[in-house]
């Protein structure tokens, strides 16, 4: 059964670092990424790889401060968040693909205070 758990979030402060992990099981960890939502907004892709050659890609919002990782060989995607700032409060939440049809995790809060 394909399901996405992610966990990590919390209150951090401006500034400060907080790490999300995100455990896939029955999906492909190779496709999944973070998204983030605030409310009254469409939810915005964060952190993913390219398909192709496995390169990272970046919100232009995080460049520079969130890094996104992954250890296959636990199933797990990490975004590191580094630097955080009031505007990356949101629900954060993983999302994966399998033939074509998308998973998403039951998200988790990150609130940043200044």
């Known amino acids: 059964q394909e399901r996405l758990v992610e966990s990590g979030g919390g209150v951090g402060q401006a500034g400060g670092s907080l790490k999300l992990s995100c455990v896939a099981s029955?999906?492909?960890?190779?496709?999944v990424d973070w998204y983030r939502q605030v409310p009254g907004k469409q939810r915005e892709l964060v952190a993913g790889f390219s398909p192709y050659g496995g390169e990272t890609r970046y919100a232009e919002s995080v460049k520079g401060r969130f890094i996104i990782t992954r250890d296959v060989s636990k199933n797990t995607v990490y975004l590191q968040m580094n630097s955080l700032k009031p505007e990356d409060t949101a629900v954060y939440y993983c999302?994966?693909?399998?033939?074509?049809?998308?998973?998403w995790g039951q998200g988790t809060q990150v609130t940043v205070s200044s």
């Open positions: 999302h994966g693909v399998v033939f074509a049809t998308q998973f």
């Open positions: 029955g999906i492909n960890v190779r496709t």
